[in-house]
């Protein structure tokens, strides 16, 4: 059974930075995608940023430059550190497994789900 379990979400100011983690347990990183994906309220969930298992990433627009998703395969970890955040990034972050690559940004394209991290940005 495939877990993952979301951390290091908070509340920040404008400009400040947060580092997610997502641990993995029961999940195998063979020619599979991870990715980081955000919600808000009444909006459908979107993109952030995805890596396949021989470490290709791929951001949105909106995270280029300023998020950096990686992995350590040893410690079954996903990371994402954000930094320069702004007030828009203010969401709720989600870890997903099972991905295809082709599909990397796309929600429905997953297949775990961990249970989200809320990260909040004041300006």
């Known amino acids: 059974q495939v877990q993952l379990v979301e951390s290091g979400g908070g509340s920040v100011q404008s400009g400040g930075s947060l580092r997610l983690s997502c641990k993995a347990s029961?999940?195998?990183?063979?020619?599979?995608?991870m990715g980081w994906f955000r919600q808000v309220p009444g909006k459908e969930r979107e993109g952030v940023a995805a890596i396949n298992s021989f470490g290709t990433t791929s951001y949105a627009d909106s995270a280029k430059g300023r998020f950096t998703i990686s992995q350590d395969k040893a410690a079954n970890t996903l990371y994402l550190q954000m930094n320069s955040l702004k007030p828009e990034d203010t969401a709720m972050y989600y870890c997903?497994?099972?991905?295809?690559?082709?599909?990397?940004?796309?929600?429905?394209?997953?297949?775990?789900w961990g249970q989200g991290t809320q990260v909040t940005v004041s300006s």
């Open positions: 029961g999940y195998t990183y063979r020619s599979n995608c």
């Open positions: 997903a497994a099972g991905g295809d690559y082709y599909w990397r940004l796309v929600s429905e394209k997953y297949n775990y």
